[in-house]
């Protein structure tokens, strides 16, 4: 099948790959000619483990970049892969996805067949058929639900498991209209059906958009649940991870996303929940829950900072964040827990030394008079206090000998990653975990 994806970030380029090793002939459609060039050399424009093993194979042959909407006239269906990024009320800007609709109907305006248009992008339940439908009939001069059949497919990926995730998905939502849209919908993913053991869900529009909404608010709540539920736990000296453990056993509460600590960022779970708040006071429903689970999310940097300041004055000390990136695996710091805790640390005095394995130029571009360590050995040399904030893999294996080179080895972890036993003969009781 010949599958056109417009916006190349981080979903769009994922599932260019893995549509292109599924078989698909792809042509990835962005108006950043970097981003383009960079496909077209068979290099990644985003950090993300076997895309670029994929684009070093695919490129130039089953995947194709282009800044020009024309070839897309030469694929049967599109995807619409555009950022929907927050507005400062917690609204999603829907601009992008617009101006990339606008662009897409004036193409196929002058196509001879049928189309398929699939909403990619996380958008609020009314978008697609309210907002892109009419775009797309105005710009195209053609009917939706006749020339151009349109649908809305959530991605449910998380980074730094993109590829991962789409090969092994546990559950692929169709949303559609008539059952001939969700026939060519699923015919994209056919290839993928017949090799995984997954869920086909055929659904309405509205519902599909909603899905993706509620699969986050009820992840990101769950987070804010165990993290308040751990700071209960801190205040009776109880090990909330014992405690998720067990309660984890219990098939109705389940093991995963039990991990108590400094709280959720990245670039969906903030602004896919604020939206969906925005969105649900503009109908005249207040959610409390929701607001609450972001209150709580809210108040675990200053939680840690607290503890911090418990042994020691920050005014004044050098103070080591080890991890920059929102967690593991990516160079993604957008809605980073360390985003807030660097604010506060420099709010009280402190200088802050970052160390990251691979997001350091990230938070340099919005912290540029920050120091910045290459190793976490030299962040933490001569350190006064040290925060952990996201739980790559490496910060566990730091050895006594290197804690013991602080000026004050003082340490709060925010991800239950650092070896207490390394740490513990060092430290005098003052290595403490914000949930246990
Ligand atoms: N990042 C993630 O892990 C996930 C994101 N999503 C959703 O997927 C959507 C896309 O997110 P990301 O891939 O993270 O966004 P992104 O910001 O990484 O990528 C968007 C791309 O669109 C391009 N673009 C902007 N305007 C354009 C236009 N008019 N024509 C062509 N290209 C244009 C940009 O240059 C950029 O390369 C969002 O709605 C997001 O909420 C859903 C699941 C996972
Ligand atoms: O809509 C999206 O963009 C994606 O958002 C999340 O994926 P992602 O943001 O990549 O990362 P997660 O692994 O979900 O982690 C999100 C945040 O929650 C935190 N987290 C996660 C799990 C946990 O147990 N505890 C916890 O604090 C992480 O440290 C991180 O800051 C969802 O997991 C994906 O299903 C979804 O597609």
Known sequence: MRVSIVGSGYVGTTIATAFAELGHEVLAVDIDQSVVDTINRGESP???????????????????????YD???????TFLALLTPSDEN????????????????DTLASKETAHTVIVKSTVIPGTTEDVIAPLLESASGKTVGKEIHLGMNPEFLREGFALEDFRNPDKIVLGAETPRTHDQMEAVFTPLIEQVDTHVIRTGIREAEIIKYA??????????????????CKEYDVDTYEVADAIGKD???GERFLASGVGWGGSCFPKDVAAL?????????????LSAAVEVNAKQPARMLELLASHTDLSGKRIAVLGLSFKPGTDDIRGSRAVPIIDELLTRGATVVGYDPVATANMREQ??????????KSALSGADGAVVVTDWDEFSAIDAETFGTMAQPIVIDGRRIIDRKQIESVTNGRYEGLTW
Not at 49 to 55: A, C, Y
Not at 218 to 224: G, M, P
């Open 277 to 289: 708040i925005a969105a649900a006071r503009e109908k005249g429903y207040d959610p409390t829950l």
């Open 71 to 77: 070839q897309i006239l030469n694929t049967d269906v």
């Open 215 to 232: 699969n986050n608010a009820f992840l990101a709540t769950k987070i804010s649940l165990i993290n308040e539920l751990g700071n209960i």
């Open 367 to 376: 912290y540029p008079d920050l120091s910045y360590a290459d190793s976490a």
């Open 251 to 253: 098939d109705r509460i």
């Open 90 to 105: 917690g609204h999603i800007n829907t601009s992008y996805i617009e101006a990339a609709t606008e662009s897409l109907g």
């Open 46 to 68: 985003i950090h993300e483990p076997g895309v670029p093993e994929l684009l070093a194979k695919h490129s130039g042959d089953r995947i194709q970049a282009t800044t020009e």
